[in-house]
Antibody, heavy 120, light 113 residues
């Protein structure tokens, strides 16, 4: 059974940095693209970033481009999101999600999410 | 960017009745190369992450009850729950997977009348 478990969320001051992690199991991690998607409290879904199966290709939403970096370690079945220069509007639950293809553009499995709160 | 517009924002349906949700994309998500509509539907129950219900506009995922169906092509799509059950109370989202950035509709909240 596919499992995605996010960690690393918490309360952080504006302008500071945070790194989220996602531990994957139950599938061959190194063959699938992976995403981060966020959801502000009481709001809808916003796609954040995708990384290809081998880490060679990354794409970002304009709202995070230049501030966030997605990465993966296939030897550890782990996905990461480095978030710099955090803003209040980055406050959200961050979901790690799997795509059904090496660089697929939809999400067939989601983690439970980790809450990031940006506040002074 | 492709803008996804869902309607209505919310609806209340009696148990056993039909629920219909619309999703419109700002440009066609029908691929000329493979004739597939790059449109998916998710269900998000309270306190849970989204769950993939339907891919390619009309293909139900494994384990999804057959009361859920998707239809449409090009820019106009519909998710139908043919006979609403209590466990279908959720917010439903459409998402285009035609190109980056991936974009979602604003969501439709389905409740029991």
């Amino acid at each position: 059974q596919v499992q995605l478990v996010e960690s690393g969320g918490g309360v952080v001051q504006p302008g500071r940095s945070l790194r989220l992690s996602c531990a994957a199991s139950g599938f061959t991690f190194s063959t699938y693209g992976m995403h981060w998607v966020r959801q502000a409290p009481g709001k809808g879904l916003e796609w954040v970033a995708i990384i290809s199966y081998d880490g060679s290709n990354e794409l970002y939403a304009d709202s995070v481009k230049g501030r966030f970096a997605i990465s993966r370690d296939n030897s550890k079945n782990a996905l990461y999101l480095r978030m710099n220069s955090l803003r209040a509007e980055d406050t959200a639950v961050y979901y790690c999600a799997k795509s059904p293809a090496p660089m697929g553009y939809y999400l067939d499995w989601w983690g439970q999410g980790t809450l990031v709160t940006v506040s002074s | 960017d492709i803008v996804m517009t869902q309607s209505p924002d919310s609806l209340a349906v009696s148990l056993g009745e039909r629920a219909t949700i619309k999703c419109k994309s700002s440009q066609s998500v029908l691929s000329n190369s493979d004739n597939k509509n790059y449109l998916v539907w998710y269900q998000q129950k309270p306190g849970q992450p989204p769950k993939l219900l339907i891919s390619w506009a009309s293909t139900r995922e494994s384990g999804v009850p057959d009361r859920f169906s998707g239809s449409g092509s090009g820019t106009d799509f519909t998710l139908t729950v043919s006979s609403l059950q209590a466990e279908d109370v959720a917010v439903y989202y459409c998402q285009q997977c035609y190109g980056a950035p991936l974009t979602f509709g604003g969501g439709t909240k389905v409740e029991i009348k």
